[in-house]
């Protein structure tokens, strides 16, 4: 079986690990901080802080928030559980907003409308790390007062105009999860537009405590500052982190290797009408995280699935939309509230895409996309 999904982990990492577990195991060692200087110039950022996840980051940002019950954040349903949970967890009104098709991203427009003066937070996320329209969601954010938290977990290395992807929202959350580019296992990233909510985040992801700078010799004493919680990776895991962060280039353009591959052979099969491929705006420069598909029906979409397991190609699907799964519903909503989102959600299924992809193994999946609509490539 090819699997969907496997973390490219050479000896650079191991030996990393092992130096690591020499030395200072708990957050905030020197692998964190190399770690955390490869995220930034990588990228391109003006600053960061490590996590414990990427669903920790988002659980910061909406802490720094300052979400009161009953404050309302747009985001879409079309994403991952923990965009939703950070918010929820402060008291927040989830308000679930459509996707633009082409993208599968937070459509703009369908935000604006959403918008009333209980507004705190717009939450857009980067479907297949093909960044969201960040300059319209600002322009909407401007108009009434909201913060931006971008669910970047999926575009670490992507660019919007030319900028790192999460340098112009309030926060940006990104992943080093094992399904992501660049993993640690479990583990996460926070980028801020304010000094001053870094300096908040570092005092709460140290367990309300100055600590932080107490191992920079910035006091000579750490006590407690605020409410905090525990949101630091161990250094084992940086040092995991920091290799692939050096391995940078490597593992992105091996992606995008297997990226390019079936976005061009699938280009005939699309221009047949027999399904779509990914839409990259003019704006965007995507890191190649995932290749995805829409089929012409759900009913085609599964079929297409199971075929390619008989095949041995692990294929997968996601998201189930948030508004019509059972936390969704439980909080109002009608799988009818966003027909695009259920829609297109149905119809999508994500090929394999790793770094160290084989070519004969590119190949036979391609081939065997073709093969279920009774056709032969030509690569
Ligand atoms: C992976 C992912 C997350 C969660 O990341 P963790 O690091 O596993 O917490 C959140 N949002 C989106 C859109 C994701 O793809």
Partial sequence: MIPFCRPSITELEKEYMAEAAQGKLCGDGPFTARATSLLIEKQGLN????????????????????????????????????????????????????????????????????????????APIDYAGVPCDIDAFNAIAKKCNAKIVQDAAQSVGSKYKGRACGIDADFACYSFHETKNYVMGEGGAITFKSEADLHQAEIIREKGTDRSKFYRGEVDKYSWQRSGSSFLPSDILA??????????????????????????????????????????????????????????????????????????????????????????????????DLPLTEEYSGRLIRLPLFSNMSEADLSHIVNSVYSFFGKVAIL
């Fill in 239 to 336: 040092a995991l982190l920091c290799a692939q962060l050096e391995r940078f280039d490597e593992i992105m353009n091996d992606r995008m290797h297997v990226w390019n591959t079936y976005q061009t052979s699938f280009k005939a099969l699309e221009d047949e009408g027999l399904l779509v491929r990914p839409f990259i705006p003019d704006y965007a420069e995507h890191n190649a995280h995932c290749y995805y598909l829409i089929l012409g029906s759900l009913q085609e979409r599964n079929d297409l699935l199971d075929y390619l397991r008989t095949k041995g190609v692990g294929a997968v699907f996601h998201y189930i939309p948030l508004h019509s799964a059972p936390a969704g519903v439980a909080q109002g909503y009608k799988k009818e």
């Fill in 47 to 122: 600053n960061a802080l490590l996590t414990s996840s990427c669903t920790h980051a988002l659980e910061l940002a909406a802490l720094l928030c300052d979400i009161k019950p009953g404050d309302e954040v747009i985001l879409p349903s079309f994403t991952f559980s923990s965009t939703a949970n950070a918010f929820l967890l402060r008291g927040a009104k989830l308000v679930f907003c459509e996707i633009d098709p082409r993208t599968m991203n937070m459509d703009p427009a369908a935000a604006e409308a959403l918008v009333t003066d209980r507004t705190t937070v717009l």
